[in-house]
């Protein structure tokens, strides 16, 4: 969804711009986001393969099997993730009146396995599942959004915020417990933490002042944070993510991506003559 070179196709498939993203923090770090064309595309309904890396759902979960190289630097990022579902959800929510931009939370809890080879990391830990699509691109229908998620003992909590582009706004507060039973709940406030490096908003939901406790990601129309809330789960963790799409629609954001995002295509397929949803 945020490839520059979709965006910039004349007659845009989305087969054709495919890629998984890994990010791994801390040290050592890795990054890798290769997009790949739909000659490097293959799928069915428990696979999905892209490139030398797939995802393959079964009655254990998710495995993803990652073969990618990072950038800038050309190092390999080789391993294993299994994300077992603790509950499973067929819940679906509209973020725009219209219902054409779609979230739906999968596994709003669950276990994870990592196991690296390159670079050499073992992790378990609790995790989390979910997916977006939409009948166009998000910055036709967005300004901007935030969206956090707590995980605690026996639930989640998720909080979306979203500024419309047709200058309305929404927010989605839901709870999800263990059994599976969801719950709305009234928004919470949005609280301002400082923006990031350069100049990212972070709004961020909460009945009290929220606390910037470490920053993942740090670009020009996105972060990725964790955020320390007065909760009463001392054990609870809050993932936040802020988006702006004005940033990510200009050209200055528009020409970095491609540092960030290399493409590879090994066997282009015939393109459309007509545009395709994205």
Same mark, same amino acid.
């Given at each position: 969804? /945020? ?27 890795? &990054? ?60 679906? /929510? ?7 931009? !779609? &979230?739906?939370? !999968? ?15 073992? &992790? ?35 909080? /979306? ?14 709870? !999800? ?20 490096? &350069? ?27 964790? !955020? ?51």
């Amino acid at each position: 969804m /945020f490839s520059p070179y979709y965006k910039a196709a004349r007659t845009p498939a989305p087969e054709d711009h495919c890629a998984i993203n890994v990010a791994v923090y801390g040290r050592p770090g890795r &990054w890798a986001m290769t997009e790949r064309g739909r000659g490097d595309l293959a799928r069915t309904p428990d696979l999905l393969r892209v490139g030398p890396s797939a995802m393959s759902w079964s009655a254990d979960g998710l495995r993803i099997d990652l073969n990618e190289l990072c950038t800038p630097v050309p190092v390999p990022l080789r391993g294993v993730v299994h994300v077992r579902p603790r509950v499973t959800t067929d819940l679906a /929510f509209a973020l725009d009146a219209d219902a054409r931009h !779609i &979230w739906r939370p !999968i596994a709003p809890l669950a276990d994870v396995e990592v196991q690296l080879d390159a670079p050499r990391l073992a &992790w378990r830990g609790a995790g989390y599942l979910d997916a977006n699509w939409g009948a166009e691109p998000l910055a036709a229908g967005f300004k901007s959004w935030s969206w956090a998620r707590t995980a605690a003992r026996d639930h989640a909590e998720v909080q /979306f915020d979203v500024a419309r582009r047709d200058g309305s706004s929404a927010a989605l507060a839901i709870r !999800i417990d263990a059994d599976g039973a969801m719950t709305t709940d009234a928004p919470a406030p949005l609280r301002a933490l400082p923006p990031g490096f &350069w100049g990212v908003a972070r709004p961020v939901a909460a009945h009290t002042p929220p606390r910037l406790a470490q920053v993942w990601e740090d670009t020009p129309f996105y972060t990725r944070s964790k !955020i320390a809330l007065d909760a009463a789960d001392p054990c609870a963790a809050t993932v936040h993510e802020s988006l702006d799409l004005d940033r990510f629609e200009s050209a200055w954001v528009q020409a970095l991506l491609g540092f960030r995002m290399p493409r590879r295509v090994s066997r282009p397929g015939p393109r459309p003559a007509r545009r395709q949803n994205p």
